[in-house]
T-cell receptor
Framework: QKEVEQNSGPLSVPEGAIASLNCTYS??????FFWYRQYSGKSPELIMS????GDKEDGRFTAQLNKASQYVSLLIRDSQPSDSATYLC????????????FGQGTTLQVKP | GAVVSQHPSRVICKSGTSVKIECRSL??????MFWYRQFPKKSLMLMAT?????????EQGVEKDKFLINHASLTLSTLTVTSAHPEDSSFYIC?????????FGSGTRLTVV
């Protein structure tokens, strides 16, 4: 059974701080990794995808991937109250099914 | 960008009835769609993979006779919850592979009373 693990939180940070979200996965053959943001009652929206080891930056967001450690993280710089949401880590299962497996999500609270 | 339209957004049905949820790719062809279920404060759980023109592949523990999936065209997949019971109340979300990524529908909140 492929698994994706996240700390459910809540993670509370003050406005303007850096929020660090972590995710581990069990499928060593996985090559594609995604971070989604989900507001209550809404569908997930893609923040970033990452496929290669190292860092990938997009605005205030940086995704980090370490395949050897089977670890992926998301950093949010200059956190804003509007960033308060649940952040879901998703991993595409190895093979050709295209299935995405999600972690349980980390709830982020950014306090003004 | 790729858009997936999901309907209805909310539905309330009586126990024992069936409910159909539609997921439609608007500007691309989706040979594969995925159906997820999400309980309150829980993550998305993959229910099944819907393949155009063939039978769906269900995840372990998902009853295929209860959750009927039809993917008759390259732009439409449907999920029918048959003989719904209150424990089937959940948020159902579809997703399609598109242009190197995944596009999600807006979700359907099903309440069975």
């Amino acid at each position: 059974q492929k698994e994706v693990e996240q700390n459910s939180g809540p993670l509370s940070v003050p406005e303007g701080a850096i929020a660090s979200l972590n995710c581990t996965y069990s499928d060593r053959g996985s090559q594609s990794f995604f971070w989604y943001r989900q507001y209550s009652g809404k569908s997930p929206e893609l923040i970033m995808s990452i496929y290669s080891n190292g860092d990938k930056e997009d605005g205030r967001f940086t995704a980090q991937l370490n395949k050897a450690s089977q670890y992926v993280s998301l950093l949010i710089r200059d956190s804003q109250p509007s960033d308060s949401a649940t952040y879901l880590c998703a991993v595409r299962v190895s093979g050709n099914t295209g299935k995405l497996i999600f972690g349980q999500g980390t709830t982020l609270q950014v306090k003004p | 960008g790729a858009v997936v339209s999901q309907h209805p957004s909310r539905v309330i049905c009586k126990s024992g009835t069936s409910v159909k949820i539609e997921c439609r790719s608007l500007d691309f062809q989706a040979t594969t769609m995925f159906w997820y279920r999400q309980f309150p404060k829980k993550s998305l759980m993959l229910m099944a993979t819907s393949n155009e023109g063939s039978k769906a592949t269900y995840e372990q523990g998902v009853e295929k006779d209860k959750f009927l999936i039809n993917h008759a065209s390259l732009t439409l997949s449907t999920l029918t919850v048959t003989s719904a019971h209150p424990e089937d109340s959940s948020f159902y979300i579809c997703s399609a592979r598109s242009f190197g990524g995944y596009t999600f529908g807006s979700g359907t909140r099903l309440t069975v009373v």
